[in-house]
């Protein structure tokens, strides 16, 4: 393989970035990518090759994809892309191994496997993680200096995978989206060049890895401003499933008082397989207010709760308890898919009720989740940033685990988008599907993101299972 040689650390201005090339090698020589890393590459033929591949949801474990390349530092990240490019490999990155969609699990491609890229480290106000870290790993270390950044709840989700699709969670009504607060990275584009990409030096970048940068390289640190933490309540209400779509009126009613920022809610119905539905909500706000928030709540949807718990919590705590409990969860199989609702009115809350409740009533078990849209998420333009939902009500996640087969969960969240899209503006991107259009997921957003694309990755060398417009003629194809 004497005609690849090791990738460069300095990387040209994006607008001058040269196409990646292939080879037309049919065979990759991996002993040569091996020569040049401090890391590891794992091939199908290896005795760990089975534990190597495996990423958070179980539905993946048939995947066989080319190799793992577990890198050790960002240099290896760039050997490794660098290589990619030079044998017309697809690859795909992996932070934290939870792709909804299975992306860095790929048959056939390449996976950079980040996860000896972890670490954070706070200093005046920021804070800069490797891809792989946890978000319990960031929250607890930043926990120490009283700061947090706004993120999603499963705790072992790395920072990467999240950042880059969007970022929602607990506090996204008081601070916005996890990618509202990325203000730098460092990453290897598809041509095996690393960059460093802030406001100054690549604003083009930037914007891109706010919301759409899983389709952009490989980022290999991120750095965030942060807010200050602060102790919580956290109201639990139970309320009869049969009374679903007005407790989900009663929420938008509450999202629309003048509840201020501070105080979040998401609404959760479950099936229960026989036709019926369990409807709960999860408040959190500051310390001291939960049970006035919880009697607006409950004002505002004419529904007496079942259940009520509250507890005044400190920040790690209520992480601790929206994560389930840990800082892990074990691996389990699951199909999962969205729908970003324009107008929560009460016939898109009679669909999303409606397209659960006939999955409970064929034997089905899974859930609905509701997330605000509001707030924090509403102040950035819509195309201030490559996540475009900033002018939408809900964000609705459709889920399903096993024993409930993919293909039976599948059918149902089908069903379920056709019965809500006359409401539904798209889906979230961190919820990807497989086979669906780019489109569903950045929107209006998505020709400047393809020209983002067509300039650093003009072949389509990173991996997507979205429906994705041809890459333009060039070497290769």
């Given amino acids: 393989m004497a005609a690849w040689a090791g990738a460069s650390?300095?990387?040209?201005?994006?607008a001058h970035a040269e196409p990646a090339r292939s080879s037309?090698?049919?065979?990759?020589?991996?002993?040569?990518?091996?020569?040049?890393?401090?890391?590891?590459?794992?091939?199908?033929?290896?005795?760990?090759?089975?534990?190597?591949?495996?990423?958070?949801?179980?539905?993946?474990?048939?995947?066989?994809?080319?190799?793992?390349?577990?890198?050790?530092?960002?240099?290896?990240?760039?050997?490794?892309?660098?290589?990619?490019?030079?044998?017309?490999?697809?690859?795909?990155?992996?932070?934290?191994?939870?792709?909804?969609?299975?992306?860095?699990?790929?048959?056939?491609?390449?996976?950079?496997?980040?996860?000896?890229?972890?670490?954070?480290?706070?200093?005046?106000?920021?804070?800069?993680?490797?891809?792989?870290?946890?978000?319990?790993?960031v929250y607890a270390e930043l926990d120490k200096a009283?700061?947090?950044?706004?993120?999603?709840?499963?705790?072992?989700?790395?920072a990467a995978g999240?950042?880059?699709?969007?970022?929602?969670?607990?506090?996204?009504?008081?601070?916005?989206?996890?990618?509202?607060?990325?203000i730098g990275a460092t990453m290897v584009l598809p041509d095996g060049s690393h960059l460093e990409v802030s406001a100054a030096t690549e604003p083009e970048l930037l914007w891109g890895l706010?919301?759409?940068?899983?389709?952009?390289?490989?980022?290999?640190?991120?750095?965030?401003?942060?807010?200050?933490?602060?102790?919580k309540d956290l109201v639990r209400l139970v309320f009869p499933g049969q009374h679903a779509v007005r407790c989900i009126l009663g929420w938008v009613a509450w999202l629309a008082r003048d509840t201020g920022r501070d105080a979040w809610c998401d609404v959760s119905l479950d099936a229960d397989g026989t036709g019926g539905l369990r409807c709960?909500?999860?408040?959190?706000?500051?310390?001291?207010?939960?049970?006035?928030?919880?009697?607006?709540?409950?004002?505002?949807?004419?529904?007496?709760?079942?259940?009520?718990e509250r507890q005044t919590m400190s920040h790690m705590q209520v992480v601790d308890y929206l994560a389930g409990g840990g800082p892990t969860q074990a691996r389990a199989g699951f199909t999962n898919g969205s729908d970003?609702?324009?107008?929560?009115?009460?016939?898109?809350?009679?669909?999303?009720?409606?397209a659960i409740t006939a999955h409970s009533a064929r034997g089905g078990t899974g859930w609905v989740q509701i997330n605000p849209l509001d707030g924090a998420v509403a102040d950035i333009a819509p195309d201030g940033t490559a996540f475009p939902w900033r002018r939408h009500a809900a964000l609705v996640e459709w889920?399903?685990?096993?024993?409930?087969?993919?293909?039976?969960?599948?059918?149902?969240?089908?069903?379920?988008?056709?019965?809500?899209?006359?409401?539904?503006?798209?889906?979230?991107?961190?919820?990807?599907?497989?086979?669906?259009?780019t489109t569903r997921y950045f929107g209006d957003n998505r020709a400047r993101l393809d020209r983002i694309r067509d300039g650093i990755d003009p072949h389509r060398r990173i991996h997507t299972v979205l429906t994705d417009p041809a890459p333009p003629p060039g070497p290769g194809h």
């Avoid at 024993?403 to 961190?430: F, L």
Wanted: hydrophobic share 40%; charged share 15%; glycine share 12%.
């Fill in 9 to 14: 650390v300095v990387a040209p201005p994006v």
């Fill in 24 to 137: 037309q090698r049919s065979v990759a020589d991996w002993n040569a990518l091996r020569a040049r890393l401090r890391g590891r590459v794992v091939l199908p033929d290896e005795a760990d090759y089975p534990t190597a591949k495996q990423i958070f949801n179980t539905r993946f474990d048939d995947q066989k994809p080319a190799a793992i390349v577990q890198v050790d530092t960002a240099e290896d990240v760039a050997t490794a892309v660098s290589f990619a490019a030079h044998n017309g490999l697809k690859l795909a990155a992996r932070s934290g191994g939870h792709s909804y969609a299975g992306v860095s699990a790929g048959t056939g491609v390449m996976i950079v496997d980040l996860r000896k890229l972890s670490g954070a480290t706070y200093r005046d106000n920021t804070v800069t993680v490797g891809p792989a870290t946890t978000l319990y790993a």
């Fill in 146 to 158: 009283g700061q947090t950044i706004p993120t999603g709840m499963c705790p072992d989700v790395g």
């Fill in 162 to 182: 999240l950042t880059l699709g969007g970022g929602l969670g607990f506090e996204s009504r008081k601070h916005g989206l996890t990618c509202d607060h990325l």
């Fill in 210 to 231: 706010r919301g759409g940068g899983s389709l952009l390289g490989v980022v290999t640190s991120l750095t965030y401003d942060t807010v200050a933490s602060t102790r």
């Fill in 280 to 308: 709960w909500m999860q408040l959190v706000c500051p310390e001291g207010t939960g049970l006035g928030f919880a009697a607006a709540m409950m004002q505002s949807a004419a529904v007496v709760p079942v259940h009520i």
């Fill in 340 to 354: 970003v609702v324009t107008e929560m009115s009460e016939a898109a809350a009679a669909a999303v009720v409606d």
């Fill in 399 to 437: 889920g399903a685990y096993e024993p409930i087969p993919h293909a039976v969960a599948a059918d149902w969240i089908t069903a379920a988008h056709a019965r809500v899209a006359e409401y539904s503006a798209g889906g979230y991107g961190n919820y990807l599907e497989s086979g669906t259009p």
